[in-house]
């Protein structure tokens, strides 16, 4: 009776960690389709210049996270459905894909840290390539000028370092705000700003992989506790 007892205990408790992993699934692809679709990354993102498509490592980080937030709410579903019916089968079957999905987890953090710098680095390059053909009047530069006020407006900011950050607007203010003087006294350096707008971004994908995969975590040792009490109860 207490081993029973032990069992629908374990039991309720599995389905309610299922159902937090289904609504942090949820969560997860809310957070990635709404990184997918803010206003300020696809303004940089999706710009070119000439022939150069803007760096899309971002994405593919996005992309990867609506794949998990999707597969999350399945497994969770599949993980709720199976403790209720206290299937071995289906227990079974979540506990693979959760394996799988925190294998797929790590790796892609790994990925994430490894590349989390040169995410930024790459939007730099591209712009400041767009910048040196807007301010060096080479060829397509009314491209270059388009790429670069988009930068501006977007982010708020002028300029790659702190002498073009400072200078730039006194004398290229089609390029720049119109308001020179606030942009003479104010730091609106465009490097600070691209590192500012991707760190917080990727700070908060870290902080919702990490509970993720805390929760992933106990729901693989509570589905192996209640297999084996299943089993035992069979046996009995």
Not at 43 to 65: E, S
Request: with cysteine; charged share 15%.
């Amino acid at each position: 009776m207490g081993v029973e007892g032990c069992t629908k205990c374990i039991k309720y408790l599995l389905f309610v960690f299922n159902f937090i992993f289904w609504l942090a699934g949820g969560i997860i692809l809310g957070v990635a389709l709404w990184l997918r679709h803010d206003s300020q990354t696809t303004n940089i993102l999706y710009l070119q210049l000439g022939d150069k498509q803007a760096p899309n490592t971002f994405y593919v980080g996005i992309y990867i996270l609506i794949a998990v937030g999707a597969v999350m709410m399945f497994v969770g579903f599949l993980g709720c459905y199976g403790a209720i019916q206290e299937s071995q089968c289906l227990l079974g079957t979540f506990f693979t894909c959760l394996v799988i999905l925190f294998a797929c987890e790590v790796a892609a953090g790994i990925w994430g840290f490894v590349n989390k710098d040169q995410i930024a680095k790459d939007v730099k390059q591209f712009y400041d390539q767009a910048l040196q053909q807007a301010l060096m009047g080479e060829s397509d530069a009314n491209n270059a000028k388009a790429v670069v006020k988009t930068f501006h407006e977007t982010l708020d900011c002028c300029g790659s370092d702190i002498m073009t950050s400072t200078f730039t607007p006194v004398w290229r203010d089609d390029l720049c705000r119109k308001d020179s003087l606030k942009s003479f006294f104010e730091n609106t350096n465009c490097h600070k700003k691209i590192d500012e707008l991707f760190s917080g971004k990727l700070y908060l994908i870290g902080i919702a992989a990490v509970v993720v995969a805390v929760i992933m975590i106990f729901e693989m040792i509570l589905s192996m506790v209640l297999c084996c009490g299943i089993r035992n109860s069979s046996v009995y």
